[in-house]
Nanobody, 125 residues
Framework: QVQLVESGGGLVQAGGSLRLSCVASGRAVSSYSMGWFRQAPGKEREFVAAIGRSAVTTSYADSVKGRFTISRDNSKTTAYLQMNSLKPEDTAVYYC??????????????????WGRGTQVTVSA
């Protein structure tokens, strides 16, 4: 059974940094593309970043470009989201998602097959 588990969320002041991790386990998870989404209270789920199965291609939402970086470890079983220069509007529950092959850079949540349960990120002014 494929499982994704996020960690690394917390409370930080504006301008601070956090690093989120997503550990994937199960059959052939190294062949998946991975994505990060977030959902703030009262808002729809929003695309944040994605990384391809090769770990050499990435995609970012305009709102986080230049501040956030998505990456994978050498085994491609763990995805990371390095978040710098955090703003109060970044406050949300952040979800990790995985997509089975072809594992492209999907921006729509419906393209992902597996989801973590989320980790809370809160940025104070």
């Amino acid at each position: 059974q494929v499982q994704l588990v996020e960690s690394g969320g917390g409370l930080v002041q504006a301008g601070g940094s956090l690093r989120l991790s997503c550990v994937a386990s199960g059959r052939a998870v190294s062949s998946y593309s991975m994505g990060w989404f977030r959902q703030a209270p009262g808002k729809e789920r929003e695309f944040v970043a994605a990384i391809g199965r090769s770990a050499v291609t990435t995609s970012y939402a305009d709102s986080v470009k230049g501040r956030f970086t998505i990456s994978r470890d050498n085994s491609k079983t763990t995805a990371y989201l390095q978040m710098n220069s955090l703003k109060p509007e970044d406050t949300a529950v952040y979800y990790c998602a995985g997509a089975r092959p072809p594992g492209l850079l999907y921006r729509e949540s419906s393209m992902y097959d597996y989801w973590g349960r989320g980790t809370q990120v809160t940025v104070s002014a």
